[in-house]
Nanobody, 126 residues
Framework: QVQLVESGGGLVQAGGSLRLSCAASGRIVGSWPMAWFRQAPGKEREFVAAISWNVVNTYYADFVKGRFSISRDNAKNTAYLQMNSLKPEDTAVYYC???????????????????WGQGTQVTVST
């Protein structure tokens, strides 16, 4: 069993920055891909960014390229999402996820992820 706990969300003005953290416990996830997804009110959960276990591969949704950066510290069993140049449309609950079932490098679809955190709210004001 894996527990994922996100932190770092909050209220920020447009153009500002936030850094989300996802701490894993219960099982070492250092060998598995991890990702961030988000869900805005009334919308489907969508992919934001993913990272392979060895940090070699990273993938981003087009709408965050150049603004967000995913990283991880396997020694701390923690993944991060640095979010810069935030826009009001980035407002959502952000979830981290871990893929432990297979051999995919860094999946970009939610169905491929086995464990999810409870989410952290990010609100960007105008």
């Amino acid at each position: 069993q894996v527990q994922l706990v996100e932190s770092g969300g909050g209220l920020v003005q447009a153009g500002g920055s936030l850094r989300l953290s996802c701490a894993a416990s219960g099982r070492i996830v250092g060998s598995w891909p991890m990702a961030w997804f988000r869900q805005a009110p009334g919308k489907e959960r969508e992919f934001v960014a993913a990272i392979s276990w060895n940090v070699v591969n990273t993938y981003y949704a087009d709408f965050v390229k150049g603004r967000f950066s995913i990283s991880r510290d396997n020694a701390k069993n923690t993944a991060y999402l640095q979010m810069n140049s935030l826009k009001p449309e980035d407002t959502a609950v952000y979830y981290c996820a871990a893929h432990v079932r297979g051999l995919l490098i860094a999946p970009t679809t939610s169905v491929e992820y086995d464990y999810w955190g409870q989410g952290t709210q990010v609100t960007v004001s105008t």
